[in-house]
């Protein structure tokens, strides 16, 4: 699995940390997402396809 954020789309709901917070952080500045990992274990998959899935602005995209 391989996550790519679009930062630019971003717009700093928060819902991705709330769904997977092992993987996305937001920026203390600004909210902009914050990839941690974009290779993470395959144990955290549920969470990152919902946080992919809840993200308002489609900033991320996971390839499975």
Request: aromatic fraction near 2%; glycine fraction near 4%.
């Amino acid at each position: 699995m391989k996550i790519i954020v679009d930062q630019d789309k971003c717009v700093a709901s928060g819902q991705c940390v709330t769904a997977a917070a092992d993987v996305f952080d937001q920026r203390d500045e600004d909210g902009i997402v914050v990839l941690l990992t974009d290779n993470p274990s395959e144990d955290l998959a549920a969470d990152v396809h919902q946080a992919a899935a809840v993200c308002p602005a489609l900033a991320i995209v996971v390839e499975d």
